[in-house]
């Protein structure tokens, strides 16, 4: 056997290399029900994620659950029971509305104010793109 042969068969018995490809994911909700309220115990960890302003996360959460909600430290307390999917669905929505460049993908980019139109700047690409969702 040569050394060719031989590299071969240990190339084989490697294990598969599984690179990850995106540096960011959407981050999935934590949390549990009590009584007749939802608890997210990683709130200000989805918020630091996505690079975003606590109180635009939290609006839109309540507009598109239809419950009240408060923030207690890293916990959101959402004011009715809620399936986890469902949250994780809204925090999806809400990453491809105010996070996502429409361009690029990538979620480097900032929420900037101008003539009252509220514009999504990509610092990765330079691209703009208005908002037409409203909070």
Do not use: W
Request: net charge positive; aromatic share 4%.
């Amino acid at each position: 056997m040569d050394y060719q042969e031989m590299l071969e068969k240990a190339k084989e018995k490697l294990p598969e290399t599984k690179k990850a490809t995106e540096r960011f994911e959407i981050p999935t909700v934590k949390g549990h029900v009590q009584g007749n309220k939802t608890i997210i115990s990683n709130f200000n960890q989805i918020v630091s994620t996505l690079r975003r302003e606590q109180g635009h996360l939290l609006k839109f959460l309540q507009r598109e659950l239809a419950t009240p909600a408060n923030v207690d430290g890293p916990r959101l307390i959402l004011g009715r029971k809620i399936g986890s999917s469902l949250i994780n669905e809204k925090v999806k929505r809400y990453t491809e509305t105010f996070v996502l460049c429409k361009e690029c993908g990538k979620p480097d980019t900032q929420l900037k104010k101008e003539d009252k139109v509220l514009m999504l700047k990509c610092t990765a690409c330079g691209a703009k793109h208005p908002i037409k969702s409203r909070i």
